[in-house]
């Protein structure tokens, strides 16, 4: 750490300056934190600031060099100051200057090596660089990201406003406080109380019967079943008695999903475009419209449920209702359980696991290992991302107001200081479920705002791949890249091709 001090003749001139101060380097603390610029306005003002290295670049080179040059003011290092009272260290790493600093591009292209390259640079699984225009701070390590999502929630905001609300609308995302709580209250009421959803996952599952014994596109195969067990769960849509109803309610989530990629931001990036925006937004109306007429023409009992545990004053809107419901039966929730029925599959497809396959099926916990290991190793979303409302210290680390954190799910399930081997697929290391600890596992979140639906997801996964392999024998047929991509949500780079030979009945 470095002791600044900046002089200016004029307040507003040295407001000025540490405003573009604040812009390229982090402000740990000030010599006189509560200073009322406003209040001296005739005065010469002295203020010394602590500010984070953008290690290991020296200090003098992260002035701007505007700063340094103002007449009317200075700036200059007076000293290190390793003995400072602020005994919390900084996260290393640059958040650099507006826009032209921005990694998010980076980021987009390839983020397991965007990444590795930072953390290998750094020699920390945590750093900070220039995200979606804000200084954000990147976790990777497992052990702080469980701290920071246990422990220091109440700090923090979601980080998915900016970018999700317009395409959604309000619901629990975009909500913190006492609002977010009977939100969660109603909503875990609500999907811990679907009674009937066994027999349409089913019912759906139950097509593996009719596959023919080619070789299918795995994801595809799976993101049709999940979309068709979403919609009928959360929209109590019949695939085959309401099949036009079906084809328009599918496109429509096709094309709000792709708003859902391509987010207006002030700079170009990969998979983004502005019409896509606009025709999810269109698409968005529609499907609410939809959502507004099934709610009055059907007596689903999820409906009922979802409506009478929203009744409370907080959220008694009919809108809010169906904003969630537009939540559950978007492309979004469907994809997710497709990308971990895939890589499930794809694990359990390997020569040396054809014995397991069957296995599987008739323990239950066995099962349970492999989903655990397959969500580690292959998370259906890269990472998640918070807004710091106050400052915290965890993990050693300062952590300052108005900077984003994204924790980097991927990562965290790879740190080796948490697992061994970690690049490696064990189900074995979850085997002894009491003893082992769980909590390093963040595919759904952890914490207070974590997911709602996980134990409904995991039903789903359990009851589909149990149905799958007691029906067939899956195979991988030779010379296929699996390679994998993350973004946007985890899935085989290339359509990789699955074999379904059907078992004869014993
Ligand atoms: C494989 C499927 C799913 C995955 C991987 C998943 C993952 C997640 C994650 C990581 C979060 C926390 C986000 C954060 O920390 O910023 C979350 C939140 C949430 N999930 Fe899921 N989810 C899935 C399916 C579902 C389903 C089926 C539902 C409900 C029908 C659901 C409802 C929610 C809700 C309501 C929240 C917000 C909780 C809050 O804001 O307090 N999710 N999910």
Redesign the pocket.
């Known amino acids: 750490m470095f002791l600044v001090e900046v002089v200016s003749e004029e307040a507003t001139d040295l407001h000025n300056e540490v405003d573009v101060l604040f812009e390229s380097v982090s402000v740990l603390s000030t010599s006189d934190m509560e200073t009322d610029f406003g209040a001296h306005s005739d005065v010469d003002v002295d203020v010394e600031l602590t500010i984070q290295s953008t290690w290991p670049t020296p200090v003098e080179s992260m002035i701007p060099s505007t700063l340094a040059t103002t007449a009317e003011s200075t700036i200059h290092v007076i000293t290190s100051l390793s003995h400072h009272k602020n005994t919390m260290a900084t996260v290393p790493g640059s958040i650099g200057l507006p826009l032209v600093s921005d990694k998010s591009y980076t980021f987009y292209k390839d983020p397991v090596k965007f990444a590795e390259q930072n953390f290998e640079y750094y020699r920390s699984r945590t750093f900070c660089a220039r995200f979606l225009n804000t200084p954000t701070i990147f976790i990777g390590s497992n052990a702080l990201l469980h701290e920071v999502?246990q422990e220091k929630q109440q700090y923090m905001e979601?980080g998915y406003k900016s970018f999700l609300e317009g395409i959604y609308g309000d619901n629990?995302?975009f909500t913190e406080g006492e609002v977010?709580e009977s939100l969660?209250q109603a909503?875990s009421f609500t999907?811990d109380h679907i009674e009937f959803y066994k027999d349409i996952v089913q019912r759906y599952g139950m097509n593996f019967m009719h596959i023919p014994v080619i070789p299918h596109c795995i994801y595809k195969l799976f993101k049709q079943i999940t979309t068709e067990i979403c919609l009928s769960l959360?929209l109590g849509l019949d695939f085959t008695q309401e099949r036009d109803a079906a084809e328009t309610i599918v496109s429509l989530t096709t094309e709000h999903w792709h708003g859902i990629i391509s987010f207006p931001v002030s700079f170009k990036l990969p998979m983004m475009s502005a019409s896509s925006y606009k025709k999810a937004l269109a698409a968005k109306v529609k499907l609410l419209e939809v959502i507004r007429v099934r709610r009055s023409d059907s007596k689903s009992s999820f409906f009922e449920k979802l409506h009478s545990a929203m009744s409370s004053e907080q959220i008694s809107d009919d809108r809010i209702v169906n904003n969630h419901l537009l939540?559950?039966t978007s492309a979004l929730?469907p994809k997710?359980?497709a990308?971990?029925l895939t890589s499930l599959t794809l694990e359990l497809g390997k020569e040396d696991k054809l014995q397991v396959q069957k296995e599987v099926c008739s323990n239950s916990h066995l099962l349970d290992t492999y989903i655990m290991e397959t969500v580690r190793l292959y998370p259906?979303?890269f990472a998640?991302?918070?807004i710091i409302k106050d400052k915290f210290d965890a993990g050693g680390y300062h952590f300052p107001e108005g900077y984003a954190v994204m924790y980097l799910t991927y990562a965290t399930h790879r740190d080796p200081a948490t697992f061994d081997r970690p690049d490696h697929f064990l189900p074995e290391r979850w085997k002894d479920g009491s003893a082992i600890d769980k909590s390093g596992l963040?595919?759904?979140?952890s914490g207070s705002?974590?997911?709602?639906?996980?134990t409904?997801?995991v039903d789903i996964i359990k009851i589909t791949t149990e149905i799958l392999f007691s029906q067939c024998r899956v195979t991988i047929p030779d010379r296929q890249n699996l390679s994998h991509k993350w973004l946007p949500v985890s899935r085989p780079k290339c359509d990789v091709q699955v074999k379904f030979d059907r078992r004869q009945p014993q």
């Open positions: 999502l979601l629990i995302l977010a969660r909503l999907l959360f939540l559950f929730v997710a359980i990308s971990i259906p979303f998640g991302r918070r963040f595919s759904f979140g705002r974590s997911c709602l639906g996980q409904l997801v």
